[in-house]
């Protein structure tokens, strides 16, 4: 055995040249660490600071300790405890990257479901109570008629103290700030509605939520639910809802292309001269104490049966349309129309973009009917590449860009009448943050009586459209920055919102209603 070996041992010491076997072996070694990280699955800083965990491989290796190495936060994000030991598996590239992942993943149904937690809890969200009444006031108010309750109201309102700054109300949206926070507060504190439990769903106590007719059926909602106005005594009552919906009044009665409106009309006819048979209160003031609620187009003609009905009672109205005699400015209320597309989140995609990515000068896309709509495409679509006019939006500009898109990214967005005066883009544009063109001669304005629509609209007489461009490019910059900040101010004054909060739609709708009553009647006459 030595004599085999010793020959070997002879060449190595003397015959090899280790110099040049030291550098072959170090270029080879280089070479393959180059490989080796070439091949690596991701970059070599991440392995080094911040290594991807092979939780399989983990598990296998600790298996009882994963415990205490993963810590589940309160708010259930996974996260690597700070004494996670470093390591790193080359066994399967496949294995870590479906782990990391899952993780992804994971962490993504995290972040959603803390989004609609705190969606949830946003939307419960209310503003400050009523202020508190003092006990001897309440004693006051409690030994009051209705008819008292109304004339303390009116001369409260009348001696309103001068109020200059309002953390829940912006002053440059009212005509008079001072007189509706007056009247809102003495809304709060006496108002009783008494809501007449007569007449059978789907017609009567089943609101219609969805789609542009839906402003009635969240009012219905809202106020049959409510707990501050509604009174169970009529006897207490200062108003009396008659709780029907036009809209399901129009799906259950009317025979498709008959055009004729008589059954409805009927209809409603027959309930109030029940309701007045049945008791005392419609006959005491021949309905001008009672109050509807209507935003189909429809509304107003579907009354005509009944005269007292048309003549005396507050009608709050979506087809508010002063010209043709049924709707009476000062009395009645011109209902907003609203498209709620989803009932779980009446406000959902809210908001615009700010001034500087909003390109489009004025932007309008609907169905072409009425007389107002042809005579706005005649003048304006594919004229000028700022003003955006369309009929039904086309499939080649949608794709691009979708209708709300487009009114998010306009400084103006058109609101022209259709087969009646009223349209919901009013509302949209306001949702978006895009000054409404408001283009309905006859229209009443929602909330006119308390609200300076002047301050964040801009009305066009319908003679005018041919000068349309004209007369917006006359208004300043400075101007229009104005008017877009009190429409993002104007915002909540219009919302639905599941949980009334105060100033919010529901109550700027019950709070013209309540106005409108109080206009009624003078002083003299209910004291």
Known sequence: MRKFFRPIIVVLLFRVNWRKLFVIGTILTVFRVIFQISTLPNPLTEWV???????????????????????????????????????????????????????????????????????????????????????????????????????????EIEKAPLLTNDTDLYAPLFRNISIFKRSYELMELLLKVYIYKEGERPIFHEPHLMGIYSSEGWFMKLMEESRYFVTRDPEKAHLFYLPYSARQLQLALYVPNSHNLKPLSVFLRDYVNMLAAKYPFWNRTHGTDHFLVACHDWGPYILKEHEELIRNTIKALCNADISEGIFKAGKDVSLPETAIRNVQKPLRNLGGKRVSQRPILAFFAGNMHGPVRPKLLQYWSDRDEDMRIYGPLPNRVSRIMSYPEHMKSSKYCLCPMGFEVNSPRIVEAIYYECVPVIIADNLALPFDEVLDWSAFSVVVAEKDIPKLKEILLSISLRRYLVMQNNVKKLQKHFHWNSIPTRYDLFHMILHSIWTSRLNQLQISQIS
């Not at 080359?90 to 990257?97: D, E, I, K």
């Not at 109570?129 to 006990?135: A, E, F, L, R, T």
């Open 49 to 155: 600071v911040s290594p991807p965990l092979d939780v399989s491989s983990y598990q296998h290796l600790n298996r009882g300790k994963i415990s205490r190495e993963l810590s589940v936060t309160s708010d259930n994000q996974l996260k690597m405890s700070r004494h996670l030991p470093t390591v790193v598996s080359l066994q399967s590239t496949a294995t870590t990257n479906r782990s990391m992942r899952a993780m992804e993943r994971r962490e993504r149904l995290l972040r959603r479901r803390r989004r609609r937690k705190h969606a949830r809890v946003v939307e419960k969200i209310i503003y400050p109570p009523p202020p508190v009444v003092p006990d001897h006031l309440q004693r006051f108010i409690a030994s009051l008629t209705p008819n008292e309750a109304l004339a303390y109201a009116k001369s």
